[in-house]
């Protein structure tokens, strides 16, 4: 492992969002209010409707909770995709490279929404609604990765969707009873087929 130090270029520095000084000044801010601190950072999302409650933890064993947010509603998928549809629907919003480095692409944030909203479609006219299980079993590609893992939140909530690797292709949907599975006929790693 090495230990060597190496300098930040000045232009990147002078492009950050945050340097030192300001990192030990949030993180003083999180510590001394941190209902105040996370309260403003949590206006960074787009909230469906809003929070009131910032943080609600107990430690005590009897009442063990962490809750944060708890009484606000957001959806993923449009705070991913819809709110950089005007400003950004053109800029590239996934790279991806794949098994081999060239087999690649650039998805746009629009590109994106729409093979979001077309998964989200489809899936409606196979029956998919609020309340079912899905699993998404799938290799490492973009196209079915990445919108498959947008879709739950773009028609509703499923009571729970699972993300099987393929170690455990069978016990996500033993345990969450899957009504409905999204996954491919195989995948590629290594530069091998895998089925």
Not at 62 to 79: C, I, M, Q, R
Not at 89 to 95: E, H, L, R, S, T
Not at 120 to 126: H, S, T, V
Request: overall charge neutral.
């Amino acid at each position: 492992m090495s230990r060597e130090i190496y300098s930040v270029p000045e232009e990147w520095a002078s492009r950050a969002w945050a340097d030192n000084a300001t990192y030990l000044e949030m993180y003083e801010n999180s510590i001394q209010d941190p209902d105040g601190f996370w309260g403003e950072h949590g206006k960074r999302l787009d909230w469906m409707k809003p929070y009131t409650k910032v943080k609600n933890v107990s430690y005590d064993a009897s009442d063990l909770h962490v809750k944060w947010y708890e009484d606000g509603v957001l959806n993923a998928s449009a705070n991913c995709l819809d709110r950089h549809l005007s400003k950004r629907g053109d800029q590239v919003a996934i790279i991806w490279e794949g098994d081999d480095p060239q087999d690649d692409a650039k998805i746009t944030y629009k590109d994106l929404y729409t093979r979001v909203c077309r998964l989200a479609n489809g899936m409606k006219e196979l029956g998919v609604a609020k309340g079912d299980r899905v699993t998404i079993y799938l290799p490492m590609i973009p196209r079915c990765r990445c919108h498959a893992g947008l879709r739950p939140d773009r028609c509703g909530p499923f009571r729970r969707v699972r993300r099987a690797f393929s170690g455990l292709a069978r016990r996500p949907n033993q345990d969450c009873e899957s009504t409905f599975v999204i996954t491919a006929d195989e995948g590629l790693r290594g530069g091998k087929t895998i089925p």
